[in-house]
């Protein structure tokens, strides 16, 4: 057995066996005998030492498939991996390991069959490592140059296969890829190196950020001193200008006290002057006038200059109620307006601190953002050296993808070349075997009908002689029955070689040649149970010389 490509799997067949419940039918393989196939895949018998493609059509009693020595199942997939790995010396006493990828596809599975080529693998690898040049193309370098040695490998491989293409019989290969596998030791060694410059990288940015840190913590700590002194003396300012507003407002207290006792002064001033309009105009002068003339008596001047008294006497008082009364609202409004403006002032010196305080906030967050702009320019420089240190490897690197793709590009196109032109042969050769295929159906189909026309014309012609030799046994058995059998001229050798003949019981009817009279009985007894299976069994004789 084997599960390699193409030849996923194959087996030895022993002689077939007959089938039935006797043993007498038609030979017939075991039903564990033939493997199954899957769409892609295909069975070659080998018959008489030709290979035999089926293609899942023929059954476990097919002629050929009862004749085949051996059965093997072949993959038809197109363009299946298979990948071989070499291993090529190194400068430094080391090896590099190459891997090469061909594209497979089976054209002739009757032709793998026949030629034992079940390991599509093994083959190639012997192909590529018949070039030897391939062995010495790392001689000249170490391991860690394997950039180099990949391409080169790539260059000579693809070139060989250009040169001198695979052939396997039955198979089309072509080249996928050639690759350089790194080594181990290669691989550890960069993934150390990596870690290392990572670990650098982490500690000087460590070192770096405490140091920023530092000078931030420095200039916050002079920024918050410089705050306090700020703050000392805007509260020094203030309270000097509290002192100024306290002086002030006691000056205009004074001015005011000075405005009231001027009015005072010239309310009493008015005062006077009313009173000696009023003499003028003096009630009392009047009434007195008019008892003078007659006009009043002395009750009614005297409750007259009564009223007026009192009358003059309710005016003083509302006088000195109302100039009472504005002296007050004088006052209160002085002392409102004085504290509408210290509020005034002091919210005015209040939103002068918040503006300062948010002025010096914005401040510290531009230096801020001018701190991690310039941190982020720090970055970007250490980013820049790294990228400048791999620029020279990113350029071969880039050299060799565009050598790569311009191989790739040409590769492809010429394998797309070969693919059509493949693809029409195929296609040729598929129409060539389907229309052989229906061919030899065709010639199978006429020749079973006329080998079963046949079949049955023997058949009858049996059946119509033992019919006969029935009827003669009966009247044989009717005349040794009533003991006529000395009247009929009878040669017994003549009439046991024909039952022979005709029913192939020649062995049995030999061993009775000295009893005709008792072994006649039995032999016609014997017949009707003989007759299928003489009749299968010539119909089987029949199709195996078919």
């Known amino acids: 057995m084997s599960s390699s490509y193409p030849i996923i799997t194959e087996k030895v067949l022993g002689p077939a066996k007959r089938g039935g419940p006797r043993g007498w039918g038609r030979h017939r393989r075991a039903g564990d005998e033939i493997p199954q196939i899957k769409g892609e895949q295909v069975r070659v018998f080998l018959v008489d030492g030709k290979p035999l493609v089926d293609h899942g059509r023929r059954t476990d009693d097919d002629p050929q498939v009862v004749r085949a020595a051996h059965v093997a199942v072949v993959d038809m997939s197109r363009n299946v991996e298979v990948s071989v790995e070499l291993s090529v010396p190194s400068e430094d ?36 490592r018949s070039h030897q040049r391939l062995f010495q193309l790392g001689l000249d370098h170490p391991v860690s140059a394997i950039n180099h040695v990949r391409l080169l490998v790539q260059t000579q491989i693809e070139a060989y296969v250009q040169l001198k293409p695979p052939v396997l019989p039955g198979i089309a290969a072509e080249l996928a890829s050639v690759e350089v596998l790194t080594p181990d030791e290669v691989r550890t060694l960069h993934g150390e ?48 200008q509290m002192q100024e507003m306290r002086l002030v407002m006691k000056e205009q207290e004074e001015h005011l006290k000075r405005q009231m006792a001027a009015a005072a002064n010239t309310f009493a001033a008015e005062q006077m002057d009313r009173m000696h309009d009023a003499i003028e105009s003096d009630p009392e002068r009047a009434a007195l006038l008019a008892q003078q003339s007659g006009e009043l008596s002395m009750g009614e001047v005297a409750s007259r200059l009564d009223r007026v008294a009192e009358q003059k006497a309710e005016e003083r008082r509302d006088e000195r109620d109302r100039a009472r009364r504005l002296e007050d609202e004088d ?51 250490r980013a820049l050296k790294r990228e400048l240190l791999e620029r020279k490897y990113q350029s071969e690197e880039r050299e060799l993808e565009r050598l790569n793709a311009l191989k ?33 159906d065709r010639e199978h189909a006429i020749e079973d009908r006329d080998h079963q026309l046949e079949v049955d014309r023997r058949i009858r012609d049996r059946k119509d002689r033992i019919e006969l030799l029935r009827v003669r046994l009966d009247m044989l058995k009717e005349l040794a029955r009533h003991g006529h059998m000395d009247q009929v001229t009878l040669d017994p050798h003549e009439l046991i070689e024909g039952i022979a003949v005709d029913t192939g019981a020649g062995a049995s009817v030999t061993a009775t040649v000295g009893e005709p009279e008792a072994a006649l009985p039995e032999q016609a007894g014997d017949e009707d149970e003989g007759l299928v299976d003489d009749e299968s069994a010539l119909r089987e004789e029949g199709l195996h010389d078919h």
């Open 408 to 440: 790739d590009k040409q590769l492809e196109m010429e394998r797309e070349r070969l693919q059509r032109e493949y693809q029409a042969a195929q296609d040729e050769l598929r129409h060539q075997y389907e229309v052989q295929a229906a061919e030899r």
């Open 193 to 240: 190196l990596s870690k290392q410059a990572a670990l650098h990288t982490i500690e000087s940015d460590r070192v770096n950020l405490e140091h920023e840190l530092a000078q931030l913590k420095a200039e916050h700590a002079k920024q918050a001193e410089e705050n306090d002194r700020r703050l000392e003396i805007e509260r020094r300012k203030h309270e000097t």
């Open 93 to 128: 006493a080391k090896e590099f390991t190459v891997r090469t990828t061909f594209l497979c596809s089976v054209t002739d599975p009757a032709t793998v069959v026949r030629d034992g080529q079940g390991d599509a693998a093994r083959a190639l690898r012997g192909y590529v």
């Open 331 to 381: 006052r209160a409004w002085m002392r409102k307006r004085a504290d509408q403006e210290y509020e005034v002032h002091m919210k005015a010196e209040q939103d002068e601190r918040t503006r300062r305080y948010a002025l010096e906030d914005a401040r510290q967050a531009l230096e801020l953002k001018k701190l991690e702009r310039i941190y982020a320019i720090e970055d970007g420089d």
